[in-house]
């Protein structure tokens, strides 16, 4: 199979970022012939932002968004074990407003299966349930759809929806950043819901493992590697929010460093990413090994470690790695530098 | 095939209703224990109700709603035209908030494929793109999630998510309800988007016809009839809300008038729904008959013409009435009764 021999990539895993992107063009400009004087965000934010009244500067800030778990759903499946994707679900839409500078609301599901499994069904939302108590967010409603003929036995799929409040001065924003400001990662702790196709690839074709399988490198079961839960940076970053300590966030996701990071920068900016700064978990040095996976694809798939980044300006460094040492910690990744793109230095060797 | 001597039901076409109904239960208990002070509604309501300031009864309310389009997904793939599917699923949203008293503020998708294929992508956004257009309602943003090996060539699921503003002393409200309050009914464009597993076995199974076989009882082929878009209700209830004129309402889905109707009416009241009142449109009489369908599984399963019920107390009737002439019209379907439950009466002859 000549696409291993070459080594695993993201594109011959079967997804491609790029015909997404050109889809992704086009569905911006239909989506803006639709925004009415509330809509304050551009769109290709991780959240969108509404306000009920577009003429009050003090009005509060509506931040929505929307998200699946990807293909993660298939290693659930897999070992029969569901309430982990349900808190995924719910930590990826919270970390995807809380880098606007919202705290959540409500949320809401959406389910499709082929014939309902009432207890699938029910760890599911138990895993969502537990994650929105956590946040004080209300789990509002949803659908639950049976589909016969449209999945399989056994298969789902899960979307979810998040509202959450934000006040307008409180809003990070790209465009108060400014070159010279710190970059402050904080560890993933894993896969995150990202990077599965590829990281399915490899465990479960090129390694022929099982969910079930030990893997001494990285003292777990497959399974229990690739089912982590997605961190929610909730704990951690929103008191750092609400006391102005941060500029702007990225929640570090499907595109990586790269794709993700310029989101909270403005257009004429960049950033340097220190490679030496942190050590890779083990899961994606096995990853990059076993698939032979190029290094700019394992930069584009995966988190690497690096779950969300907060540009901070110098003055506030200090204060907020302290504040962080209780969650993570944090660590200084990067700086923010003059001209667009993301910069990699630093080579780990080996 | 046993089935089909039997008749096609909605449970031996792969939808079990009860056993949704059992893990609805425990899933509504595991949200309630969620709900934070700002929740309003009640569960099981068409949207779930928000408030920013629970304290405050002028505040104004968040009205959100998640849905899908269900395997109504299937036919227009099988007629490779997914505009109309993006449609469906806004109105099928707009509708749910509208019997609840709300107007749409924003709406955003989730649509998961294996591959992703640019031109379906575009058609199915500047579907709903468009309907999102006619109701002012901003398509805030969404999900396009590629899922290579969970959906087959050419597959995808899309799921929609609204949220919109009502006024607490505008609510549509059941409890308001009492018995000889008249039921106003409003006519469907068709199947909307409830009952497909069934529609879609009769057609294409028991008939063995194509998307693109002429019906002369439709006076259309299959794919037109299938695909023909759930009617929004927007424009011919929402100045009937405004004006007070409407006590409750309920969007006739899944479940078809028994199980969506008693959402619009105090536990201890039900319905009387007269039969002769009106025609049920062809295509129902189609499945019936060639689907050997029972009549209790033709109720359960499809709106057999009525897409919406307005309840209305007697001395706004006439008014009612005579401003949904330019948008439908309407008629008189029934009226609230003592007693739960919904009973049919004036049995159609043939």
Chains 1, 2 share one sequence.
Not at 139 to 153: D, K
Not at 212 to 226: F, I, M, R
Request: charged share 20%.
């Amino acid at each position: 199979m000549p696409a291993m021999e070459n080594g695993l990539t993201y594109k011959n895993a079967g997804v491609d970022i790029d015909a997404q992107d050109q889809a992704l063009a086009r569905i911006k400009e239909l989506a803006r012939a639709t925004f009415t004087p509330g809509v304050l965000s551009e769109i290709g934010s991780f959240g969108g932002l509404f306000t009920l009244q577009p003429e009050n500067p003090e009005a509060p800030v509506l931040v929505a968004s929307a998200d699946g778990v990807g293909t993660k759903l298939k290693v659930a499946q897999m070992a029969g074990k569901h309430h982990t994707v349900g808190e995924d679900l719910v930590n990826h839409c919270v970390n995807d407003i809380l880098v606007q500078g919202a705290r959540p609301l409500f949320f809401l599901d959406y389910l499709a299966t082929g014939k309902l499994q009432p207890h699938v069904v029910v760890e599911l939302v138990s895993g969502m349930a537990r994650a929105c108590q956590v946040h004080g967010c209300a789990l509002l409603g949803g659908e639950t759809a049976e589909m016969p003929g449209f999945y399989g036995p056994g298969e789902y799929d899960l979307a979810g929806f998040i509202v959450g409040l934000a006040f307008r001065d409180r809003l990070l924003d790209r465009n108060r950043v400014a070159a010279g400001d710190s970059l402050v990662a904080l560890p993933s702790s894993g896969l995150h819901t990202n990077g599965y196709s590829l990281a399915r690839k490899v465990f479960f074709e090129t390694l022929k493992l099982t969910v079930d399988s030990y893997v001494p490198e990285l003292a777990c079961t497959v399974g229990e590697e690739l089912l982590r839960v997605h961190r929610s940076y909730f704990a951690a970053v929103w008191p750092l929010v609400e006391a102005g300590l941060v500029k702007s966030a990225a929640h570090i996701t499907g595109g990586g460093i790269p794709d993700n990071l310029p989101r909270a920068l403005p257009p004429h900016l960049g950033a340097e990413i220190d490679l030496k700064s942190f050590d890779e978990p083990a899961v994606f040095r096995l990853i990059r090994q076993a698939g032979k996976v190029p290094e700019e694809d394992m930069r584009r798939t995966f988190n690497l470690g690096v779950g969300m980044i907060l540009v901070v300006g110098e003055q506030h460094v200090g204060q907020v790695l302290s504040r962080l040492v209780l969650h993570g910690p944090g660590w200084i990744i990067g700086r923010v530098v003059e001209g667009a793109g993301v910069r990699f230095v630093g080579e780990r060797v080996g």
